[in-house]
């Protein structure tokens, strides 16, 4: 079955420091998503992305953030100078045309 | 921000026990879908519903949405540990999923 492939699977960085956190959607979608889940807490929408821009962002999504499909197949968040806050699960979800969402199996983000 | 409140948020139960878990807003949702999630993973998608009053059955899970598409449930049929797990509910009326806090279940033997 197709799936939503994350990497690293955990990420540990220094607070300031700028991290990249990858995904590889299913081919054939059309769909792209970033979602966190801070510990304990609901998963969190982040950005959605959809004919190479982006289509619709929350309010946690701010200048630190920025999304990119730089070759068809990848779909990366930057997150550019990291607060202990941000510390959380990243997923990364796609779809094509109908409602259901795949999801990756995160990266778990520690800052320190 | 639309909001989902899920009840119960925890529910412990023994093998073979039937249950019921709600999903509830004030708002309208175009669709909403349920997942469950094991710890560490993302979540999975059990199943979409998009029309008032639809029913759906997956095995011994059944998902009913409400007329006015603003709430929905989860029943569980004679529940088994496979069952253990966190289930979310998520609602959607845009390109942005809005998730509940889920239900967590454990199915004891």
């Known amino acids: 079955e197709p799936e939503v492939t994350q990497t690293p699977s955990h990420q540990v960085t220094q607070m300031g420091q700028e991290v990249i956190l990858r995904c590889v959607p299913i081919?054939?979608?059309?769909?792209f998503y970033w979602y966190r889940q801070i510990l304990g807490q609901k998963v969190e929408f982040l950005v959605s992305?959809?004919?190479?821009?982006?289509?619709?962002k929350s309010e946690i999504f701010d200048d630190q953030f920025s999304v990119e499909r730089p070759d068809g197949s990848n779909f990366t968040l930057k997150i550019r100078s990291t607060k202990l806050e941000d510390s959380a699960m990243y997923f990364c979800?796609?779809?094509?045309?109908?409602?259901?969402?795949?999801f990756g199996s995160g990266t778990r983000l520690t800052v320190v | 921000t639309q909001l989902l409140e899920q009840s119960p948020q925890f529910l412990s139960i023994q093998e073979g026990e039937n249950l019921t878990v709600y999903c509830n807003s004030s708002?309208?949702?175009?669709?909403l879908q349920w997942y469950r999630q094991e710890p560490g993973e993302g979540p999975v998608l059990l199943v979409t519903?998009?029309?008032?009053?639809e029913v759906k059955k997956l095995k011994r899970l059944t998902f009913q949405f409400g007329d006015a598409r603003k709430d929905s449930s989860l029943h569980i049929t004679a529940a088994q540990p496979g069952d253990t797990g966190l289930y979310l509910c998520?609602?959607?009326?845009?390109?942005?999923?809005?998730f509940g806090k889920g239900t967590s279940l454990l199915v004891t033997p």
């Open positions: 979800a796609s779809r094509a045309l109908t409602y259901g969402y795949t």
């Open positions: 081919s054939n979608h059309l769909y």
């Open positions: 992305f959809y004919n190479n821009e982006i289509s619709e």
């Open positions: 708002s309208v949702f175009s669709s």
């Open positions: 519903v998009v029309t008032g009053g």
């Open positions: 998520a609602g959607g009326s845009g390109y942005a999923l809005n």
